[in-house]
Nanobody
């Protein structure tokens, strides 16, 4: 059974930074693509960022590009999301996910099979 445990959420003022971590157990971490998704109150879950198995390719939602950085350490079975210049609209529960990244019609498709329970990020104005 694959388990994903997120940490690092909390309350931060607008313009501040947070780093989320997600530790994975139960499967060879280096074989998995990893992603971060978020769900704000009253909204659907949305893609934030993803990284392929080696860390050589990264993908971002337009809303976070230039502010967030996804990275992974395959020796620690951990993926990170560094969030800078946070905005109130970044407030959400952030979920870590593991699976596969495929290309469909030349666009990446994030097919996540495993999910963490989420960590809350609140950005105050």
């Amino acid at each position: 059974q694959v388990q994903l445990v997120e940490s690092g959420g909390g309350l931060v003022q607008a313009g501040g930074s947070l780093r989320l971590s997600c530790e994975v157990s139960g499967r060879t971490f280096s074989s998995l693509a990893m992603g971060w998704f978020r769900q704000a109150p009253g909204k659907e879950r949305e893609f934030v960022a993803a990284i392929n198995w080696s860390g050589g390719s990264t993908y971002y939602a337009d809303s976070v590009k230039g502010r967030f950085t996804i990275s992974r350490d395959n020796t620690k079975n951990t993926v990170y999301l560094q969030m800078n210049s946070l905005k109130p609209e970044d407030t959400a529960v952030y979920y870590c996910a593991a699976g596969t990244i495929r290309y469909v019609n030349f666009k990446p498709s994030y097919e996540m099979d495993y999910w963490g329970k989420g960590t809350l990020v609140t950005v105050s104005s």
